[in-house]
């Protein structure tokens, strides 16, 4: 299957509804992606295929961190890459805008998602009790995933030498 992951844009937002739709029970509107897409530190992305979108995600860029605000791909394209590839692509852009890790929060009752997040290297860091305001008594795990930035190490390109 090939596909492109690209910014998300305002003409997304039906075929982003659709997808959270089919994920979430309690799925976001119209509003709630288009008032978060209005704020300055709000982004998404999304992997198309043939004007077709399979999968989003949503997220904002912190002082120190990316947070991802939703996340989904198709349920007839999951399992292909797709959100690996989204994933991969929040990894190599974060350590450039001076974050250093990327977190969200996955139901406690979500294992597909707390599964899959832990195959892209996130740990559970911490369990946020009662978190859901629509689902009351319904736990999550903050989940993190620390970038690791490549540092080189400094070479003296000034050489020194001894004459005797």
Known sequence: MKYEIRFMSRRDIKQVLEIENESYPDAATENDFLSCMEQGDCHGIVAESKRDLLGYCLFEKLKQETHIISFAVRYEARRNTIGRQMIDRLKSTAPHVGRGRIS????????????????????????????????????AYLMQYEVRVATATPVNRIKTTTRG
């Open 104 to 139: 969200i929060e996955v139901p406690e009752d979500n294992l597909q998602g707390q599964q899959f997040f832990r195959s892209q290297g996130f740990a559970a860091i911490k369990i946020l009790r009662d978190y859901y305001d629509i689902d009351p008594g319904a736990d």
